[in-house]
């Protein structure tokens, strides 16, 4: 009887480690919305996955949700355990996020904040917003903060309503596809990160894009950078070690900065609440 017992406790001990075995061998999913398309944008993020992957000890696995519907699906179904995203998006479901994680992203000059430019054709006869009525404008997603959000109200504070002044507007990609778009008059302006211009001359001479055809006519307000965090439920320890190691990347650091660059991020900070006050006023004034 006694030796039935224990080989009952051996059981049920090996049945219990191969559990504990599997769960500790359950991906780290993180999840980033793109900027450009989901295979360009994977392999921007993959060196950030490895890096996350060797210094946390944990089996990061890097996703990019196809839309902002497939994002907010995975959410509240629980496959998706970090989230890279504009906060915006972020306050639209920040119920679901645990605010002790909360990590803002900084910008390549390692700054807190990022705006967007509405670029034409030096061509175009375009030299103000207010010229944009009864044209055709290209924004970016509807989750990026600076080529969106801030590009709408640019025209709407200078009198533009983009559903009924502009003969069309549409919701491009990547910098390089919107500019691609300009350059080649498919539509008249296009809202394109600030930084696009003059960090990205190579790539638009990879594209066929002469830059000096293209004209910068007006910047967003700043608005924050993108942010960092766990869903509610996200077991302290891995948090804990996720936020360090991403705390940890120093843009001065040639190795971190090989990390860094092909993001278009210059690092981690900590994130109150107080910092989405000024998007708060922004989505209200929609």
Not at 188 to 216: P, R, T
Not at 241 to 262: E, G, M, S, T, Y
Not at 265 to 283: A, N, T
């Amino acid at each position: 009887m006694i030796r039935l017992f224990a080989m009952l406790l051996i059981m049920l001990f090996l049945q219990v480690t191969s559990i504990s075995a599997e769960v500790q061998k359950k991906p780290i999913t993180i999840a980033v919305l793109p900027c450009t398309d989901i295979v360009m944008t994977f392999k921007k993020f993959h060196p950030l996955a490895t890096y996350l992957t060797q210094k946390t000890g944990l089996p990061i696995r890097l996703v990019v949700p196809e839309n902002l519907t497939k994002f907010e699906t995975s959410i509240h179904n629980g496959e998706i355990d970090f989230a890279l995203q504009d906060p915006h998006t972020f306050l639209k479901l920040s119920n679901l996020f645990d605010k002790d994680s909360l990590l803002r992203a900084l910008n390549l000059e390692g700054g807190t904040t990022q705006s967007g430019v509405i670029i034409v054709r030096k061509d175009s006869g375009i030299h103000k917003v207010t010229d944009l009525k009864g044209k055709t404008v290209m924004f970016g997603p509807k989750f990026s903060a600076s080529k969106w959000l801030a590009g709408r109200l640019l025209l709407e504070d200078n009198g533009i309503n983009i559903e009924k002044d502009l003969k069309a507007y549409l919701n491009g990609g990547c910098c390089e596809d919107i500019a691609f778009n300009v350059y080649l008059k498919a539509v008249d302006a296009g809202v394109v990160c600030d930084h696009f211009a003059g960090e990205h001359e190579d790539k638009q001479k990879e594209l066929g894009i002469d830059a000096s055809q293209i004209m910068v006519i007006a910047k967003t307000k700043d608005v924050p950078m993108k942010v960092f965090s766990a869903r509610k439920g996200i077991d302290k320890e891995s948090i804990i070690k996720v936020r360090q190691a991403l705390l940890n990347l120093d843009r001065h650091n040639p190795d971190d900065l090989k990390i860094l660059f092909p993001t278009e991020l210059g690092g981690f900070k900590g994130y109150s609440d107080g910092d989405f006050g000024l998007i708060r006023v922004m989505m209200s004034s929609k």
